[in-house]
């Protein structure tokens, strides 16, 4: 198949590029490399033997490409470009709209001159806001709580529209619930944490002493142990879960809507034992106070992707520990003797702030 991935050189991106790559699938990635190495590019093809096209652009230049994807013959679009810290949209909710909502008007404008039919787009559990219901399904109400999850509720809306608009057109939105680890085949030393404004990638930062410690916002939640509580999807599964998609998008009602998560949760604090574990180093945390705007717990409803996909998490939260600790492992060599649980009941002052899911 002939798949263009916008925001291909990104942490998602990347990860689903590899996959296509070494599927045999051709691919050309269309980015501005705002969030991202131009290396990213050379590891694939180092990975794959295999070099993606490229074409450096703003998704919003619907002239560049259109023609882009007419001279690649695109078959397909994963459109993962975009923007998605939840506190900064809420400093700058019009940068936000321009690039998310924007950007989405821009390739289904692109799509559409180029002839190209079938688009997955990168949606968010953000666009839930708080849950009325767990698991949260598809049908759940829209009612984000950040200027971040309102753009990708905008988005899906142009996404469904265009997608009912002309027959033959084919388009699904994954909501992503927490997406984290990473393939060690793409990380080199001197690396950020892939993800590296994800939770996981924060823990693995601490773990390996590069940061002191983290903050845990809320600690009187009514979860198993008071803290926030989140459904973590390796990122293989996501992977995966695009390449189900395009599998299966024929038989899709256009627009479709799908959650993509592990279908079960763990809380902040379940998580750093976990980290702890599977690393053999400790997390130092401090427990502040909750934060405006989070929610105690989310996780997804996975059954219409089992349905529909035949998709599932095949990874638990240790095989997400794992990869991520790999990965931060070998971006930042550690000299194991200096790390271990001595610290384990290490007292964290916070300086820094957890992000939020996106
Ligand atoms: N990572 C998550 O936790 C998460 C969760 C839910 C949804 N999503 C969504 O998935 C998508 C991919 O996320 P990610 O984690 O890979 O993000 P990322 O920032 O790592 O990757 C985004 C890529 O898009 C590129 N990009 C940004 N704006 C662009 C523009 N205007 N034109 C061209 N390229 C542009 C960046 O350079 C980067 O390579 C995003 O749309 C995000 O909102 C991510």
Request: charged share 20%; aromatic share 6%.
């Amino acid at each position: 198949m002939r798949v263009v991935a916008t925001g291909g050189a990104g942490y998602i991106g990347r990860h689903t590029v590899l996959r296509l790559l070494r599927d045999g699938h051709d691919v050309l990635v269309i980015d501005d490399f705002s969030n991202a190495s131009r290396d990213v590019i050379a590891r694939l093809t180092e990975e794959t033997g295999r070099r993606p096209q490229v074409l450096v652009a703003d998704v919003r230049d619907v002239g560049a490409c259109a023609t882009a994807m007419a001279r690649f013959r695109a078959e397909s679009v994963i459109h993962f470009a975009g923007l998605k810290d939840v506190a900064a949209s809420v400093q700058d909710p019009a940068r936000y709209h321009a690039v998310n909502v924007g950007g989405v008007q821009g390739i289904l404008d692109a799509m559409t001159r180029a002839g190209c039919e079938t688009l997955v787009f990168s949606s968010s559990a953000a666009v839930y806001g708080a849950p009325q219901t767990l698991p949260i399904p598809e049908a759940h109400p829209l009612r984000p709580l950040s200027p971040y999850g309102e753009t990708k509720r905008l988005a899906e809306q142009l996404v469904s529209g265009w997608a009912r608009a002309a027959e033959g057109r084919r388009a699904v939105s994954l909501r992503y619930f927490n997406p984290a680890g990473a393939a060690p085949a793409l990380i080199r030393p001197g690396d950020e944490a892939p993800g590296c404004d994800s939770l996981v990638a924060r823990v693995s930062e601490v773990a390996a002493g590069l940061t002191a410690g983290i903050e845990i916002f809320g600690s009187d939640y009514d979860t198993p142990d008071g803290t926030g509580l989140r459904d973590f999807l390796h990122i293989d599964d996501l992977v995966a879960g695009h390449l189900a998609v395009l599998a299966r998008i024929e038989g899709l009602a256009p627009g479709t809507a799908l959650n993509l998560g592990s279908g079960g949760g763990a809380t902040v604090l379940e998580l750093l034992r976990c980290y702890e574990r599977v690393s053999g180093c400790a997390v130092p945390h401090s427990l502040g106070a909750r934060r405006a705007g989070d929610i105690p717990a989310s996780w997804a409803d996975t059954s219409a992707a089992q349905r529909l996909l035949g998709w599932r998490a095949r990874h638990d939260l240790a095989e997400i520990c794992a990869s991520a600790w790999t990965a931060v492992t070998l971006a930042a060599p550690l000299q194991r003797s200096d790390r271990g649980m001595e610290y384990s009941n290490a007292i964290y002052a916070p300086s820094s702030s957890l992000p939020r899911s996106s």
